[in-house]
C-alpha cells in the first residue's frame, strides 16, 4: 500500500516513521522544508529507539526505514497513494486548505483518514467529494509506541473505508477503536478536560506542577500526569482543541484556562519547543 501523510509536525513524522517500518512506502508532505529535515532527523533517532526496544522491529535500519519515506513540499506526488493521513494543525481554516489542495491530486479511489484531536470528521468529510471514503483515525503520541488508534466514523463513511483503516493498521501492528463522530470524540472530550482543570489549579496556586503530576502518577497509578501529557501533545495542540470542544459544545466546561493561552502566546508549547510546563533543554 502506498501512504500518504500529510503534515511532518508531532504526529505527521510518527506515523510516516510507523508506517514505513512496516515495510510501506510513505510519502509526507509539509509546507516546510525545515520541517520535513527536523523530521529525516527525528525519525532516524526513533527507529534507533525501536530497534532496540520493539521485539518485531529488532535489527530494524534507520537508512532502510527512511529510503521508504519520500520527504516532499509536493502535493502533487500524492496522486500515487491509496491512503492518505492528514495531520495539520487543529484550524478548521488550514484543514479545508489542505482538503482543496488534497481533492486535485489525489487518486479518487483513495481513502482520506482525518488525525485531529477534536473536529467533527463529518465536517472535514463534507469538504470532500468522496464523504463515504473518508474516516477519522486519532493516533495517540508517541505513535510508534501506542498500541491502539481511536477510529471515528464519520456519518457517511462506508463499511470498505473501515474495513480499508482497520488493515492498515493490522500492518503497522495496531489495533482501531471504534467509536462515533462527536467533537473531541471519547479521548479528548475526557482528557481535555483534565489538563484544562490541571492548568487552572497550577494558575490559582493551589499546587505545583510536579504535584499535580505526581498525584496521578503515583497516587492514580498513572504513566503521565496531566501537565506532562500536555506538554508532549503540545500546549497549542491543546489550546486549538479546546477551542474547538468550546466552539462545537458552547459548554463552558470547555473554556480554555488563561494560562494555556498565555504559554503558547509566550513560545511554551512544550516539548517541541523545548519549555512548556517542564523544561525539555538536555
Ligand atoms: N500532538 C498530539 O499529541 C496529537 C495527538 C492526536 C491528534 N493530533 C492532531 O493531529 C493534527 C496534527 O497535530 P500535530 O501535533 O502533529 O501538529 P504540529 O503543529 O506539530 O504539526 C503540524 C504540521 O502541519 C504542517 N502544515 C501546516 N499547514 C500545512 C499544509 N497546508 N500542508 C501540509 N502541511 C502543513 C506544519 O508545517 C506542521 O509541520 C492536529 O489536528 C492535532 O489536533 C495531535
Given at each position: 500500500m502506498n501512504v500518504g501523510v500529510i503534515g511532518a509536525g508531532t504526529m505527521g513524522r510518527g506515523i510516516a516513521q510507523t508506517v514505513a517500518q512496516y515495510n510501506e512506502k510513505v510519502v509526507l508532505v509539509d509546507i516546510s522544508t525545515d520541517i520535513l529535515e527536523s523530521a529525516k532527523k527525528e525519525i532516524r533517532n526513533s527507529v534507533r529507539m525501536q530497534a532496540f526496544y520493539n521485539k518485531a522491529l529488532k535489527g530494524i535500519k534507520p537508512d532502510e526505514v527512511i529510503e521508504r519515506i519520500i520527504f516532499t513540499t509536493?502535493?502533487?506526488?500524492?496522486?500515487?497513494?491509496?491512503f492518505i493521513i492528514e495531520n495539520v494543525p487543529e484550524k478548521l481554516e488550514i484543514k479545508i486548505g489542505v482538503y482543496e489542495q488534497l481533492e486535485k491530486v489525489s487518486n479518487p479511489s483513495a481513502y482520506y483518514a482525518v488525525n485531529t484531536s477534536c473536529i467533527p470528521v463529518t465536517e472535514i468529510a463534507a469538504?470532500?467529494?468522496?464523504p463515504d471514503k473518508v474516516i477519522g483515525m486519532h493516533f495517540m503520541n508517541p505513535v510508534p509506541m501506542i498500541e491502539a488508534v481511536e477510529i471515528m466514523k464519520g456519518f457517511h463513511t462506508s463499511k470498505e473505508t473501515i474495513e480499508a483503516a482497520l488493515k492498515l493498521l493490522k500492518a503497522i501492528n495496531k489495533h482501531g477503536i471504534i467509536v462515533n463522530d462527536y467533537?473531541?470524540?471519547v479521548s479528548n472530550r475526557i482528557s481535555h478536560l483534565m489538563m484544562n482543570e490541571a492548568a487552572f489549579i497550577v494558575q490559582e496556586g493551589e499546587a505545583s506542577i510536579e504535584n499535580v503530576d505526581d498525584i496521578f502518577?503515583?497516587?492514580?497509578?498513572?504513566?503521565?500526569g496531566p501537565l506532562e501529557t500536555a506538554d508532549l501533545i503540545g500546549l497549542d495542540t491543546v489550546v486549538d482543541s479546546l477551542d474547538v470542544l468550546f466552539g462545537q459544545?458552547?459548554?463552558?466546561?470547555?473554556r480554555c484556562c488563561p494560562l494555556l493561552r498565555r504559554m503558547v502566546a509566550a513560545g511554551h508549547c512544550g516539548r517541541k519547543s523545548g519549555q512548556g510546563f517542564y523544561g525539555y533543554n538536555g
Open positions: 509536493d502535493y502533487a506526488l500524492l496522486a500515487e497513494c491509496d469538504l470532500t467529494n468522496r467533537p473531541g470524540f502518577k503515583k497516587c492514580y497509578g498513572h504513566k503521565m459544545y458552547k459548554d463552558t466546561k470547555f
